[in-house]
Nanobody, 119 residues
Framework: QVQLVESGGGLVQGGGSLRLSCAAS????????MGWYRQAPGNQRELVAT???????NYADSVKGRFTISRDNANKTVSLQMTSLKSEDTAVYYC?????????????WGQGIQVTVSS
């Protein structure tokens, strides 16, 4: 049973910072790309940032220069450092990872964590 568990969300004032973390656990053979997505009320889920197992990163234009994604392969974690937060960053943030279990690879999702930025 593979699980992704997010932590670190909460309420922050505009201009502030938060750090999200996500830990993968279970019968994992390998983890490929990991990432963060978000969904605001009434909107579709959107990509925030991704990182490959080799450390290559990709960011949504809206967060470039403000958010930094990183991962610790040994501990099977991925983090998102968010700075200069804006009210439009308010959303439920989801951790995602492409995980291989035995001979099968698929995408897994965390349960989501709320980030609220007050203006």
């Amino acid at each position: 049973q593979v699980q992704l568990v997010e932590s670190g969300g909460g309420l922050v004032q505009g201009g502030g910072s938060l750090r999200l973390s996500c830990a993968a656990s279970g019968n994992i053979f390998s983890i490929n790309a990991m990432g963060w997505y978000r969904q605001a009320p009434g909107n579709q889920r959107e990509l925030v940032a991704t990182i490959t197992s080799g450390g290559s990163t990709n960011y949504a234009d809206s967060v470039k220069g403000r958010f930094t994604i990183s991962r610790d392969n040994a501990n099977k974690t991925v983090s998102l450092q968010m700075t200069s937060l804006k009210s439009e960053d308010t959303a439920v943030y989801y951790c995602s990872a492409n995980i291989q279990v035995h001979s099968t690879s698929r995408r897994y999702w965390g349960q989501g964590i709320q980030v609220t930025v007050s203006s």
